[in-house]
Nanobody
């Protein structure tokens, strides 16, 4: 059982930065694989970044590689998404999510996640 609460969303100008956080609580939460996903108006939810238990492996959607960094601090029970060089296309509701780690690594689809936060809005202006 995992509970997820996002924070840190807001507005930024194109080229700016934001860091959003996800508080992760629950027994054995450090054993879960975590991810950030987003959904823009009129579009399907898509995976943005994923991180393995322990943080040893990360992966990103092509659209954010080189700009976004996912990390986790299990001592603080928090996951982060550092977003740099923001673009208007990054505007979306951002969700953190958790799943029991699969036997082999893959970039999870939204349907793979079992637990979800309620989301935090990120808006990037031109």
């Amino acid at each position: 059982q995992v509970q997820l609460v996002e924070s840190g969303g807001g507005s930024a100008q194109a080229g700016g930065s934001l860091r959003i956080s996800c508080a992760v609580s629950g027994d054995m939460s450090s054993r879960y694989c975590l991810g950030w996903l987003r959904q823009a108006p009129g579009l399907q939810r898509e995976g943005v970044a994923a991180i393995s238990a322990g943080g040893g492996r990360t992966d990103y959607a092509d659209s954010v590689k080189g700009r976004f960094t996912i990390s986790r601090d299990d001592a603080k029970k928090t996951m982060y998404l550092q977003m740099n060089s923001l673009e208007p296309e990054d505007t979306a509701m951002y969700y953190c999510a958790a799943e029991r780690c699969p036997g082999s690594w893959y970039f999870p689809s939204p349907g793979a996640y079992t637990y979800w936060g309620q989301g935090t809005q990120v808006t990037v202006s031109s």
